[in-house]
């Protein structure tokens, strides 16, 4: 089974509001990440976990916050968004994280900011 | 400078008519190449991963090869479910570890 889900599929939320998006997986995977894709572009990395620890950052606004509460969760808490934040937010899961790992992906959060 | 770029932009194929998608990389170290199918909304779906050079992997229609320059992803036979987009990426040595480098894609249609 290499199933990620995504909770929820899609979230309207205004500019002052705070949301969460939720990832699990349950493949025993030590490695998550959260991608942001645009439309017609290919994803973009936003966040690394490994070992329940945040290994990568790619400079991403302060406004996403990510969390790693266990091996199995990945939070993506949103706060004080732009509108040019609206994308499909996907979550990634690989065995250890290290270089040749395959990422196996989740269905993606459809975000829209008004 | 692009470190992978993908090839057509998009195809337009007959069903059963085969023909190849072009993955072309200049990263040196080059730790995983990785195809992946991505339908309108819906996240990417791991298709193969290749690791050296003279690699070839199968699944169905579709078969992946690797060389030290490029990869190309081989569909026989195609029907109108394999339309989607085909993502090619990289992890290589001096890429930040196992971030995966994405081309643009190859947009597939194929039709009836």
């Known amino acids: 089974d290499t199933e990620v889900t995504q909770t929820p599929k899609h979230l309207v939320m205004g500019m002052t509001n705070k949301k969460s998006l939720k990832c699990e997986q349950h493949?025993?995977?030590?490695?998550m990440y959260w991608y942001k894709q645009k439309a017609k572009k290919p994803p973009e990395l936003m966040f690394v976990?490994?070992?329940?620890?945040?290994?990568i950052n790619e400079s991403v606004p302060s406004r996403f916050s990510p969390e790693c509460p266990n091996s199995s969760l990945l939070n993506l808490h949103l706060h004080a968004l732009q509108p040019e934040d609206s994308a499909l937010y996907l979550c990634?899961?690989?065995?250890?994280?290290?270089?040749?790992?395959?990422?196996?992906f989740g269905p993606g959060t459809r975000l829209t900011v008004l | 400078e692009d470190q992978v770029t993908q090839s057509p932009e998009a195809l337009r194929l007959q069903e059963g008519e085969s023909s190849s998608l072009n993955c072309s990389y200049t990263?040196?170290?080059?730790?995983?190449l990785f195809w992946y199918r991505q339908d309108p909304g819906k996240g990417p779906e791991f298709l193969f991963t290749?690791?050296?050079a003279g690699e070839e992997k199968e699944k169905e229609r579709l078969k992946a090869t690797l060389t030290k320059k490029e990869s190309f992803l081989h569909i026989t036979a195609p029907k109108p479910e394999d339309s989607a987009t085909y993502l090619c990426?990289?992890?290589?040595?001096?890429?930040?570890?196992?971030?995966?480098?994405f081309g643009t894609g190859t947009q597939l249609k194929v039709e009836l």
């Open positions: 990634a899961s690989s065995t250890s994280g290290a270089g040749g790992d395959t990422q196996y």
């Open positions: 493949m025993g995977h030590r490695a």
């Open positions: 976990y490994s070992y329940e620890k945040l290994s």
């Open positions: 990263v040196s170290g080059l730790r995983g």
């Open positions: 290749l690791y050296s």
């Open positions: 990426a990289v992890q290589w040595d001096q890429g930040g570890g196992n971030k995966l480098t």
